[in-house]
């Protein structure tokens, strides 16, 4: 880094390549340094909940290594990412909503600076007010104020009990208003992750699933056995209002893996809806109370649009994701896919939204970013300056370059 | 604040003036402004569980307003601070174990900076990876990056049930090793609070209680009638394995709040130990597996210095407080004071904790900052000297002036 620096040479912190914005794109050229090799667990202080590793240890590798500790690392964000890369792009996924972001769960980072100093944030102390919260600071940076070396994260009680179910619905607003139903009542669910028709439809084409291709909700809960099968009732009960049909239960292991499967491989289910296909992958978040009102008019724009197009969402955090799926090398079709993402966008926004709930910046929303946050940008740029004032971490990301 | 920045004076924002670190002090003169009158609640969304209020709401007041939505805000550090003080120095208080810190229950920030520019940070989304967290860079900056005029906050459901107890223990550690095993075991308590004996002496002395005068926890859960019934029968079990002494349960809100009254006025319960005293009160934050190590080598300290100083904590968090009771005017004794706080600082520090879990740095632990945080100060002097180019802003505060 600090060789970098002398040569005014940007640098771009690799992970595993999973992130979805083009973050890791050398766009002025560069060195790239690939964490993958810093790939040890440091610590894992068992009585205090949590641990410290290098930024190559990914979350499957890490939930492997305390698998008989009792603990767990809730945070998924589909892909066997890093967790440097999670924290870079303050990653979340299906159990957000009941475990938080990385922005909740990082307690602190080792950091090589631009200049190439290296600074320890945080302490393993739950809370600190102690001086600026340099650690949020550098959550979500997506390596442009420095390298994460080394993350200090919290880890959760392995649940005694967990729960996992399926149900359809007759339409896509019945299934979103059981969603917020289930939160404005404080239900503690684990997972609540919705999968519209379409996205059905590619889940029992790609894998042999034989689900009504209807819009569907997967829930898990995770408690005691008594805590578990009290929010499961009250579920059942909230969704038989909203028009739910059967419930398909796990409790088992390998039942709720072969249930959640359905879920976690809707990136090649989708792309098997047009075989040939790429999927153009973009996120929004907005208030709970306009989820509905926001995937339904998404639903509606894109059935004008001709395009093929799954939702798939993390709902319970007001979160969902578009696979737009579009032949390579047809521009007509990829500048229809952008105007449509462009279009998600503002309506999120004028929701009182995010413009990413969770895929971040990158090169990809950067015209976004200011719509979204005004003359705030210009602070974030102001903390960029004097961080990395020759502009070489990771530059023409989330700025223009 | 556009005058203030063309003649180069100080502002320092002033909420209650409860803070406990000499935040508000004028250390170089300029203009304080009084944002006490800030004080509408400006907007309540029941369906998402938020709202936004001006920086001088005080947290009572918006439990008052919005008492017949069925949601509340949890935060509470003792004193009816503003939220806008709650927010500048990241307060947390009794319920941080359930609900968080004011890191995790604020959503979004109007601050007007340095050079009159307003910004606004955050949206109503739950979540977002958009750009720099600069919400958690303003929540904790004292004052010192801007002032912060309106907040969004998360509320929280009112709980169908609240269960409240309290029980003594036969030693110290005793007490906190049933917190340690309660947190380890992942029971979902909403509040966990240590009061040592000899501040439960000045209890019962205050206000005519008549408490067991030993090392002393108060409970509290909140949940459904099913939940907290069971999370209370753990915590019983736990608490009897450790020597717990008869609990006294209390479940209708009269009780609870006769039983609360014990715990919110220990600042004047320490102070009547030794009448015509100040108290000279400070915090620190420890993982919570060296909690005990950290009190009971406190105690110890304390015994040895002569001084009368009872100790309250938040334990749930590792966190605890010393109430230094000083005589005015007796320099050797405030000397006696600043040393044993300065022991307990390097001892929590030494074992991987902070200098302060909720009180801040301000005047008084400027010099600690340094010892908690080596190189990241500077990181943290950059920031501040990229948002407050003329040190106006709250001089004197986290950094020397």
């Given at each position: 880094?600090?060789?970098?620096?002398?040569?005014?040479?940007?640098?771009?912190?690799?992970?595993?390549?999973?992130?979805?914005?083009?973050?890791?794109?050398a766009v002025?050229?560069?060195?790239?340094?690939?964490?993958?090799?810093?790939?040890?667990?440091?610590?894992?202080?068992?009585?205090?909940?949590?641990?410290?590793?290098?930024?190559?240890?990914?979350?499957?590798?890490?939930?492997?290594?305390?698998?008989?500790?009792?603990?767990?690392?809730?945070?998924?964000?589909?892909?066997?990412?890093?967790?440097?890369?999670?924290?870079?792009?303050?990653?979340?996924?299906?159990?957000?909503?009941?475990?938080?972001?990385?922005?909740?769960?990082?307690?602190?980072?080792?950091?090589?600076?631009?200049?190439?100093?290296?600074?320890?944030?945080?302490?393993?102390?739950?809370?600190?007010?102690?001086?600026?919260?340099?650690?949020?600071?550098?959550?979500?940076?997506?390596?442009?104020?420095?390298?994460?070396?080394?993350?200090?994260?919290?880890?959760?009680?392995?649940?005694?009990?967990?729960?996992?179910?399926?149900?359809?619905?007759?339409?896509?607003?019945?299934?979103?208003?059981?969603?917020?139903?289930?939160?404005q009542s404080?239900?503690?669910?684990?997972?609540?992750?919705?999968?519209?028709?379409?996205?059905?439809?590619?889940?029992?084409?790609?894998?042999?699933?034989?689900?009504?291709?209807?819009?569907?909700?997967?829930?898990?809960?995770?408690?005691?056995?008594?805590?578990?099968?009290?929010?499961?009732?009250?579920?059942?009960?909230?969704?038989?209002?909203?028009?739910?049909?059967?419930?398909?239960?796990?409790?088992?292991?390998?039942?709720?893996?072969?249930l959640w499967?359905?879920?976690?491989?809707?990136?090649?289910?989708?792309?098997?809806?047009?075989?040939?296909?790429?999927?153009?992958?973009?996120?929004?978040?907005?208030?709970?109370?306009?989820?509905?009102?926001?995937?339904?008019?998404?639903?509606?724009?894109?059935?004008?649009?001709?395009?093929?197009?799954?939702?798939?969402?993390?709902?319970?955090?007001?979160?969902?994701?578009?696979?737009?799926?579009?032949?390579?090398?047809?521009?007509?079709?990829?500048?229809?896919?952008?105007?449509?993402?462009?279009?998600?966008?503002?309506?999120?926004?004028?929701?009182?939204?995010?413009?990413?709930?969770?895929?971040?910046?990158?090169?990809?929303?950067?015209?976004?970013?200011?719509?979204?946050?005004?003359?705030?940008?210009?602070?974030?740029?102001?903390?960029?300056?004097?961080?990395?004032?020759?502009?070489?971490?990771?530059?023409?990301?989330?700025?223009?370059?």
């Amino acid at each position: 880094m600090r060789l970098c620096a002398k040569h005014r040479t940007p640098v771009i912190a690799f992970g595993t390549g999973t992130s979805l914005e083009g973050h890791v794109g050398a766009v002025r050229g560069g060195v790239c340094i690939d964490l993958g090799g810093m790939n040890r667990v440091l610590e894992v202080n068992v009585d205090d909940l949590d641990c410290r590793v290098q930024a190559g240890v990914t979350r499957k590798q890490l939930n492997a290594y305390v698998k008989d500790t009792g603990l767990f690392f809730p945070i998924d964000p589909g892909a066997d990412a890093s967790l440097g890369g999670m924290t870079a792009t303050r990653g979340s996924g299906t159990m957000a909503v009941r475990y938080g972001t990385m922005r909740e769960n990082v307690l602190g980072l080792t950091v090589v600076l631009a200049d190439g100093r290296m600074i320890r944030t945080g302490t393993r102390a739950r809370k600190s007010a102690a001086g600026y919260d340099l650690t949020r600071l550098f959550v979500g940076s997506e390596g442009t104020l420095g390298v994460i070396t080394e993350i200090a994260l919290r880890l959760h009680p392995v649940p005694q009990a967990i729960s996992s179910a399926v149900c359809a619905f007759p339409s896509l607003a019945d299934a979103v208003n059981t969603v917020i139903t289930a939160i404005q009542s404080g239900i503690p669910v684990a997972r609540i992750e919705l999968l519209d028709d379409v996205m059905m439809r590619g889940v029992n084409a790609h894998a042999g699933f034989h689900y009504a291709e209807r819009p569907t909700l997967f829930f898990e809960f995770h408690g005691t056995e008594a805590a578990v099968a009290e929010q499961a009732g009250m579920l059942g009960e909230i969704a038989r209002e909203h028009g739910g049909l059967a419930f398909q239960w796990a409790m088992r292991p390998e039942e709720r893996s072969r249930l959640w499967q359905a879920r976690d491989n809707t990136l090649y289910a989708g792309m098997a809806l047009r075989p040939g296909s790429k999927a153009l992958i973009t996120d929004v978040c907005v208030p709970i109370s306009r989820l509905a009102e926001c995937i339904v008019a998404t639903r509606r724009d894109i059935d004008a649009s001709g395009l093929v197009v799954p939702i798939v969402g993390h709902v319970g955090d007001g979160n969902f994701h578009l696979l737009v799926l579009v032949k390579p090398g047809d521009a007509g079709e990829l500048a229809r896919a952008e105007a449509l993402n462009e279009r998600l966008v503002h309506r999120a926004l004028a929701m009182g939204g995010t413009c990413t709930g969770e895929h971040g910046i990158g090169a990809g929303k950067i015209a976004f970013l200011a719509a979204e946050h005004g003359e705030s940008v210009a602070v974030m740029r102001a903390v960029k300056a004097a961080l990395d004032p020759q502009n070489l971490m990771n530059p023409g990301k989330i700025f223009a370059a």
